[in-house]
């Protein structure tokens, strides 16, 4: 089993940029595909990006703004993010499955993290 812990949300200017990182124990992170999906109040939860082995795949929404990334010496993914606008602001979560292929639905994780607050002001 892989546990997840998410962090480097906090609250932001529109156009700022931050980084959240996703830290995995338990197991190496290297053979999961990993996830980024968000939830904003009221709404449903959605996907923002994931990265394998081979690729990364990003939401139309995000493509230039967003980058995943991921450092297999630290066991831990990231998501860069750029441009912030306000309605970038949500929950972030991370999420991994194994084995790695990548997946935009949500149900396809085994773990997930607690999540990060993104807050972005105007």
């Known amino acids: 089993q892989v546990q997840l812990v998410e962090s480097g949300g906090g609250p932001v200017r529109a156009g700022d940029s931050l980084r959240l990182s996703c830290a995995a124990s338990?197991?190496?992170?290297?053979?999961?595909?990993v996830a980024w999906f968000r939830q904003a109040p009221g709404k449903e939860r959605e996907f923002v990006a994931f990265?394998?082995?081979?690729?990364?795949i990003y939401a139309d929404f995000v493509k230039g703004r967003f980058t995943i990334s991921r450092d297999i010496a630290k066991n831990t993914v990231y998501l860069r993010m750029d441009s912030l606008k306000p309605d970038d602001a949500a929950v972030y979560f991370c999420a991994a499955r194994s084995p790695g292929w990548g997946s935009r639905t949500a149900g396809d994780y085994d773990y997930w993290g607690q999540g990060t607050q993104v807050t972005v002001s105007s």
């Open positions: 338990g197991d190496t992170f290297s053979g999961y595909a």
């Open positions: 990265i394998t082995w081979f690729n990364s």
